[in-house]
């Protein structure tokens, strides 16, 4: 299972709180597993992107959405990439109409979303292979490392928006890896093809 993406969390029917992210490097790596014999199945948050019809995908919106279809594909899944970029809050209630724009200030009171990779982590057999994503922008290493020991994550794959052409909308990428063996594994800048093909080779080596 590999999700991708990000989640839209609704304001209103109109209204969304989101990012960035394109979706461009988890339907690459759902690309190169399928095209290495395995049977995936992608989670895809709001994205243009179209993949491959070889790869079962679900299409979600919201970040509840992704957690719902996850715990219920979870189980069966030897291998989960969890690239998807799900927003950590969501507006407390949600408009049933459009909001006027009827005075100079408005506020919206948010609620943490719930940590899908913290509870997959929890539901991890010893079969299972769990990857998470950190995407950081100071203190890379230690928020990552910290991520991996926390989240009960076999690997980590760390993006920083310090480096140029990486990150949300590019279609490259720079990486580095971290696992649970301690291993620490750096990568140079590529194309998110080329990125995926090493993630995907650091789990191989890793499953040894």
Known sequence: MVTAGPTYEAIDPVRFIGNHSSGKMGVAIAEELVARGAEVTLVL???SLIPASNIKTIRVKSAAEMLEVCLTEFAEKE???MSAAVADYTPVTKAE????KNSDHFSVELKKTDDI???LGVLKK???LLIGFALETNDEKAYALKKLREKNADII???SLND??????YDTNKITIFDRQGNEYLFEKKSKK??????VNTIIQYKK
């Open 45 to 47: 948050g709001p994205s």
């Open 79 to 81: 291998i989960t990439i």
């Open 97 to 100: 109409e459009k909001i006027k």
């Open 117 to 119: 990779l913290k509870q």
């Open 126 to 128: 010893n079969h299972q």
């Open 157 to 159: 794959v760390l993006n």
């Open 164 to 169: 140029t052409g990486a990150g949300f909308g």
């Open 194 to 199: 080329e990125v995926a093909a090493d993630i």
